[in-house]
């Protein structure tokens, strides 16, 4: 899923924020340094999804037969193929 950087400024702010009005956290740095690195962190869990999307696409589409993007045996691949990505990467 491709994300605009506006829509990733609003989520991190929308993290810092919620941590801010939270009672069970406080800040050690100020509040746009907690957004910034929640931007960060945003962007490696969105580039790592973005890696896992592509591997688990490109094992359907080495198949020795052509499997059409929407089908029941394509989504059922996907899935299969994403959850195997995930578990390499430990996640």
Do not use: C, P
């Not at 999307?53 to 037969?65: L, M, P």
């Amino acid at each position: 899923m491709r994300i605009t950087r506006d829509k990733l400024n609003k989520l991190a702010h929308v993290v810092a924020d919620t941590l801010a009005e939270t009672d069970e956290a406080d800040f050690l740095e100020d509040r746009n340094t907690i957004r910034q690195e929640a931007r960060k962190a945003l962007e490696t869990l969105l580039l790592a999804e973005l890696k896992i999307d592509q591997a688990a696409k490109q094992k359907i589409a080495s198949q020795r037969r052509i499997i059409q993007e929407g089908s029941q045996e394509w989504d059922i691949l996907y899935r299969k193929y994403y959850n195997e990505e995930v578990k390499k990467l430990g996640i």
